[in-house]
């Protein structure tokens, strides 16, 4: 099995900053994709970043510019550095993974970590 432990999210104020960790630990033999979703009440879940295992990184047009992911292979941990966060950024922001895990490709969700951008 896999496991993702979330963490960094909180209460911010309008223009301030946060940054969401996603460590993977378990049967992993190699990371091909990693990425961040977010969901807020009363919407579907959509894309905020992603990273390929080649480094190409790819952004939702709202928050380019603002946000951006990286990763620390070492650690099999992917981050989401966030600035100059907006009350639209509130929601929960999900990691997204997929791994090479016994031979077979498969994807992992992490348990969610609430943002909440607000005065």
């Known amino acids: 099995q896999v496991q993702l432990v979330e963490s960094g999210g909180g209460l911010v104020q309008p223009g301030g900053s946060l940054r969401l960790s996603c460590a993977a630990s378990?049967?992993?033999?190699?990371?091909?994709?990693m990425g961040w979703f977010r969901q807020a009440p009363g919407n579907q879940r959509e894309l905020v970043a992603e990273i390929t295992n080649s480094g190409t990184t790819n952004y939702a047009d709202s928050v380019k510019g603002r946000f951006t992911i990286s990763r620390d292979n070492a650690k099999n941990t992917v981050y989401l550095q966030m600035n100059s966060l907006k009350p639209e950024d509130t929601a929960v922001y999900y990691c997204?993974?997929?791994?090479?895990?016994?031979?077979?490709?498969?994807?992992?969700w992490g348990q969610g970590t609430q943002v909440t951008v607000s005065s």
């Open positions: 378990g049967r992993i033999f190699s990371i091909n994709y």
């Open positions: 997204h993974i997929y791994v090479y895990s016994d031979y077979v490709l498969k994807n992992y």
